[in-house]
């Protein structure tokens, strides 16, 4: 059997997940420091002097800058990390399943679980009736796609339809 994963893919992928929430925390310290200066200027500024509103846009500018970097930075690639970790935790912890079938073909590109994935396709016998079916089972779009044929059997270990490990047969 081929194992797609290893103990290293979780710790790289945690250690990217401490980078990224490393960097935003020191976003976070950056714009609080901006902010307590805002605020020292203004506290010191003279009752009624014209130059409050002039710190009061520029307190809405730093906070509106620290708001649109925000989003999209948790949003997109603490988002993504985050799901990719918990993915690997989930492989590591979750209970496996064993299945041997033909391989039918490959499907487009998806998102399983906040994780892009291709789709291997395999055909599996129905049980209660005399027909094939089609089951879906998820490659990690991170990795090399295995090498499998149309038509060719594999024995396939899976965790909640992602692929973990593979054996081509002959």
């Known amino acids: 059997m081929i194992r797609i994963y290893e103990d290293k893919d979780l710790y790289a992928a945690v250690r990217q997940q401490r980078r990224i929430l490393g960097v935003y925390f020191a976003v976070i310290a950056l714009f609080l420091v901006g902010l307590a200066a805002l605020l ?38 603490y988002k993504r990390c985050h799901a990719y970790v918990k993915m690997l935790r989930f492989i590591t912890l979750g209970l496996k399943e064993s299945m041997t079938a033909p391989f039918a073909g490959i499907e487009d590109w998806t998102t399983h679980d ?57």
Do not use: C, H
């Open 40 to 77: 020292a200027v203004y506290l010191l500024l003279p009752y009624g002097s014209s130059d409050g509103t002039w710190v009061i846009v520029a307190t809405s500018v730093w906070t509106a800058m620290f708001i649109a970097f925000s989003f999209p930075y948790m949003g997109i690639s």
């Open 114 to 170: 906040g994780v892009d994935v291709n789709v291997a396709t395999f055909n599996v016998p129905n049980r209660k009736r005399e027909e094939e079916m089609v089951r879906q089972i998820f490659v990690d779009g991170e990795k090399d796609f295995p090498p499998f044929e149309v038509g060719g059997s594999v024995r396939t270990v899976t965790q909640g339809n992602l692929l973990v490990e593979y054996e081509i047969l002959d």
